[in-house]
């Protein structure tokens, strides 16, 4: 029996895959045998982070510029599907995945998908020991994506009332398809930038502290003072 291929693993590979059963189900369900699932409480704080940036920086230039942004990738989904309906090849994957763009397009605004994705790349860039492996972090942002689609969701009866039980199961070619649509968009990207310039600009505020601390205890005189001897010595 083959040992499973994920690190640290002391169990069997199940059948013909080269993972374990927990591992195996593990990358079918987060994109990677090792990758945590991920809630919306998980990205609450970036998305509150990407609310109130936007809050502060133009709000309504930045609200038509997602508009804009996801305006096009549903216009090239609308484009694929009539394209197809015409006789044009498609696979089932490609096809799933740009009619899902379209039912996201129909719940929600370009502005709520857009603040997701951006809040996905902030947190990409500002944790990346959660976000080891980047396949786990492409099947997570889809994944993220598509829960903003309640259509997405099944329901039961539960305690006199309609309860989320789960989420639909996405094929990974189909992710795979969904990632390449959403990375396009390079809304991803505006989170990693939001968080690059975060701390830049902490940096800058900590070098200012930091000088005018040494301007206040004098330490800049006796810098240069020790400075101005060493180089009388030499």
């Known amino acids: 029996m083959r040992p499973c291929k994920a690190p640290g693993c002391g169990f069997f590979a199940k059948g013909y895959s080269t993972y374990c059963e927990n591992h195996k189900r593990n990358k079918t369900r987060h994109g ?7 809630t919306k409480a998980d990205l609450k704080p970036y998305v509150r982070e990407v609310r109130n940036f936007l809050a502060n920086n133009h709000p309504d230039k930045a609200k038509a510029v997602l508009e804009d942004v996801w305006g096009r990738a549903v216009k090239e989904a609308q484009r694929f599907v009539e394209m197809a309906n ?4 498609f696979t089932g994957y490609e096809m ?4 899902a763009i379209l039912s996201l397009s129909r719940e929600q605004h370009a502005d709520t998908i857009g ?36 259509r997405e969701a099944s329901y039961q009866w539960r305690n006199g009332k309609m309860e989320r039980s789960s989420y639909r199961q996405i094929p990974p070619k189909t992710i795979d398809h969904l990632w390449g649509i959403v990375h396009s968009t390079g809304l991803i990207a505006y989170g990693v930038e939001m968080a690059k310039r ?3 600009a902490k940096e800058q505020r900590l070098e200012r502290e930091r000088k005018e601390r040494a301007a206040f205890f004098g330490d800049e005189i006796q810098e ?4 101005t001897e060493t ?3 030499n």
Request: proline fraction near 7%.
């Open 86 to 89: 015409k006789g044009r090849p």
């Open 198 to 200: 975060k701390q830049k």
């Open 231 to 233: 180089e009388k010595e």
């Open 96 to 99: 799933e995945a740009q009619q």
């Open 224 to 227: 240069t003072s020790n400075q």
């Open 115 to 150: 603040v997701t994705l951006i809040a996905m790349g902030l947190w990409y860039e500002e944790n990346p020991s959660f976000w080891k492996y980047d396949e786990g972090f492409r099947y997570q942002t889809v994944r993220m994506l598509l829960r903003l689609n309640p």
């Open 32 to 38: 990677h045998p090792l990758q945590r699932g991920v």
